[in-house]
């Protein structure tokens, strides 16, 4: 037995608390305004009375509020990437190490497990491609966006609709933010029960009531905002994009020649 495995047999209680909380917060919990924030290119148009320009303007502001933020490379990096990667990390080993036996026990609960297990590989490539894409420009041959935070809704939804591959590139983001949205709603199940918080069965099931309407909402959000980006007009959204930023300097301009 290896020195790693033995650490972890004798803190295996420790290291799986920790595993699990890592995955509701902060990993799991920054998915809730990240869904949020990318459907708002259809709920922004909603809330505006069904105007194109609502979508844009409303998914451009939130995205210029999250560049704006100070150190934003740092909370990134300690907020985001290290315990994603110790999720990771501990979550590929838990997995390597479980059996799947939904061949000779097909209950929900062992779908549940082998279906934890798969949608957390297909979350880990999907977020290191994701990440690579948006802050280093990676595209993996095409399949992920050049991402322009200045003209964010014009720029994603060219991605989306380029030609069939654009139609490839929607589908492949439904697939992997489904089943990010299964591991994460499945794992804040699991999760209660790690840390002792649903010992009941009766606990269990509404608490697994309440993790299956937080998956629904969050599907909804993910389909939702998909569909947006891929029927937005991305020269329209361009001309919006263009407007906002130049409406700051006339403002100021204005300003100025008043005084």
Not at 45 to 69: C, K, M, P, W, Y
Request: charged share 10%; net charge neutral.
């Amino acid at each position: 037995m290896s020195d790693a495995s033995s650490f972890i047999d004798r803190h295996y209680l420790l290291l799986r608390r920790l595993h699990s909380l890592s995955g509701v917060f902060p990993v799991g919990l920054f998915l809730i305004p990240h869904l949020t924030t990318n459907s708002s290119i259809v709920w922004g148009r909603i809330a505006t009375g069904g105007s194109v320009d609502g979508g844009v303007e409303t998914f451009q502001h939130e995205v210029n509020f999250i560049h704006s933020l100070p150190a934003l490379l740092l909370i990134e990096i300690f907020g985001l990437w290290l315990p994603i990667a110790y999720h990771a990390i501990l979550g590929v080993y838990f997995a390597r190490t479980g059996r799947f036996n939904t061949n000779r026990y097909a209950y929900q609960s062992n779908w549940r497990y082998s279906w934890q297990r798969i949608t957390g590989y297909v979350a880990l490539v999907f977020i290191v491609m994701h990440v690579s894409s948006l802050r280093w420009g990676i595209t993996f041959g095409g399949l992920m966006p050049t991402f322009d935070p200045h003209h964010a809704a014009s720029s994603t939804a060219i991605h989306f609709q380029d030609g069939t591959w654009g139609l490839a590139v929607a589908a492949f983001y439904l697939v992997c933010v489904l089943a990010i949205v299964f591991h994460f709603a499945n794992g804040l199940w699991t999760a209660a029960i790690t840390w002792g918080l649903t010992v009941s069965s009766k606990a269990q099931q509404r608490w697994g009531v309440a993790c299956a309407g937080i998956g629904f909402g969050l599907a909804a959000a993910g389909v939702t905002a998909i569909v947006g980006f891929a029927t937005l007009d991305p020269d329209v959204a361009r001309s919006i994009e263009s407007t906002m930023e130049s409406t700051p300097a006339t403002q100021e301009d204005v300003t100025v020649n008043e005084t």
